[in-house]
């Protein structure tokens, strides 16, 4: 028996058993397609397709959004997520390819979204039927995040978006995006404001997203260019102004150093694992590349 499963409450060892149970028996099938290493850069349709019958099919049975509130589609149990995370770990399931929706957005929208907000947007998340991508980068704001320029005017209820971002992964595939924009141009940190943006939805209609091809001839990486786009004022995420703040908490999750829903859910997302495989495997590759690997890129 782990440490961690030593100190669980009757509610989390049934919780365990439960996960063990329907993993035993619902594994999902080898992948049709060969997958990229992470979801960041998931190129293709057939990829984006098994890896989301795989999250809608761990969410329909508990194992994704375990420690949010029922109202917001999710468990409502008490640190779970840390459980399932580990027994699907225990299985070598898949990863899930909502990464930066259940890494990032949701956090981001249950600590400061309207009550709306997490209604209509988390369930939808937490299944995976809805991707999600991060429109912070900019080809002039990347270390230096609160230099974003992209515009956000405000007219009547709805605010104006104009705008560059840039390394925006996922954005091919995404229905929303959450956005740090500018919405003050005198000040810098306090002249930002976060929204959550209906990318799909948009596109040729005020949203282009262009693919950017990595020297591995793979994308993943997107420019997502704003022009004249409009949304309403209900899309916001806490107070104009105040975006710096929401996105520091965007980014302490991205970190892995948020806790995800209460204190007690230990910070984890759905399907983030303590695996050090990546290391492993890297330093076996290493070792097999042999002398010619410095004359191959993919492998440098
Ligand atoms: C796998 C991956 C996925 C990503 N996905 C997304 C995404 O989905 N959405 C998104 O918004 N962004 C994304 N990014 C972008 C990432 O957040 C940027 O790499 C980051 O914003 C850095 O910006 P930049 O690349 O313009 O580098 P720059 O800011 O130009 O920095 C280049 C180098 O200069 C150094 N440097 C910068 N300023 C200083 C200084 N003042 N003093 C000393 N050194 C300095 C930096 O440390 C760095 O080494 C992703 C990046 C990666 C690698």
């Known amino acids: 028996m782990s440490e961690s499963a030593r100190r669980e409450s ?3 060892a049934e919780f365990r058993a439960r996960c063990r149970r329907w993993l035993g028996a619902n594994v999902p099938p080898p992948a049709p397609v060969r997958l990229p290493q992470t979801a960041l850069e998931i190129m293709t ?26 109202e917001y589609g999710g468990g409502g149990r008490n640190d779970c997520q840390r459980i399932a995370n580990e027994e699907m770990q225990r299985v070598g399931t898949p990863y899930f390819p909502n990464v930066i929706g259940l890494g990032m957005a949701a956090p981001t929208i249950f600590h400061h979204g309207s009550e709306q907000l997490k209604r209509e947007l988390l369930p939808k998340l937490l299944s995976g039927e809805e991707i999600w991508c991060q429109g912070f ?9 609160a230099s974003v320029q992209t515009f956000a005017e405000p007219r009547g209820d709805k605010w104006i978006i104009n705008g560059h971002k840039v390394w925006t992964s996922l954005a091919h595939f995404a229905s929303w995006m959450i956005l740090l924009a500018r919405t003050d141009k005198a000040g810098k940190h306090a002249g930002l404001s976060y929204f959550v943006v209906p990318i799909e939805a948009a596109l040729g209609k005020g949203v282009t997203v262009r693919p950017l091809i990595k020297i591995t001839g793979e994308t993943g990486f997107n420019e997502v260019l704003f022009e004249d786009l409009e949304i309403d004022d209900g899309m916001r995420l806490d107070e104009v102004g105040k975006g ?13 150093a948020g806790p995800l829903v209460t204190p007690q859910s230990g910070g984890r997302r759905a399907g983030e694992s303590e ?26």
């Open 10 to 12: 009757p509610e989390q």
């Open 45 to 70: 349709r057939a990829q984006l397709d098994y890896l989301c019958a795989w999250q809608k099919a761990a969410y329909d049975a508990g194992l994704v959004g375990c420690d949010y509130p029922v």
């Open 137 to 145: 980068s900019e080809p002039g704001a990347g270390s230096d995040l």
């Open 244 to 256: 710096w703040t929401v996105a520091m908490t965007t980014l302490l999750h991205e970190r892995g």
């Open 275 to 300: 695996d050090t495989g990546n290391a492993s495997r890297l330093i076996e590759l290493a070792r097999h590349a042999g002398a010619t690997a410095p004359a191959r890129p993919t492998i440098r």
